[in-house]
């Protein structure tokens, strides 16, 4: 019974490929395609981002200008790496865990930091973004560019959990990403 399933299975995918291929049967494209058994993504909002679950549903992009470079940190999932053209074209992955990731969860549903405010080339000023999942991958859905003495004062919490991950070493022991053979 599996056998003739998986025979049918391909002779579905043969004949749908030979039909897209050959520009006939437009609907039968169209109803077998991959792209249509897709589950459509609503866009990200800030609203429904903040709503749910940061840790599962959401990264966080932490960012400075340096030396006319933007350096970043993306938080998501108990994992970071830290971007930084300065150093390495490549990202770092550098120490972070589930906990961690949970209590900047919490600072940041915590802190009201109000409506989005424009990007800043300024060198003092940090950058903090918050991206959700969106029909076209990461987009982001809200950014607050403020002054580094800005941050101290009006979101203390939030800058002592981000600020050290700029000077954080690389973990050395983190898997890396899978070589091609």
Known sequence: MVVILAFTARRIALASAIACALGFLGTFCALFSRASAQPRVPPATLSGVLSGDLVARAR???????????VEVIIGVGSAERRNPNWSPAPVHIKYDLDRNRELSRALKRDRLGPSTSGTTDPEARTLELLGQGPMGWEVVGSW??????????????????????????????PGPAKPS
Request: no cysteine; hydrophobic share 45%; aromatic share 12%.
């Open 60 to 70: 966080v992009r932490w960012s400075q200008i340096v030396n006319g470079q933007r």
């Open 145 to 174: 560019s403020l002054p580094r003495k800005t941050w101290l004062k009006r979101h203390a919490a939030l800058f002592h959990l981000l600020e050290p991950l700029f000077q954080t070493p690389a973990d050395v022991f983190a």
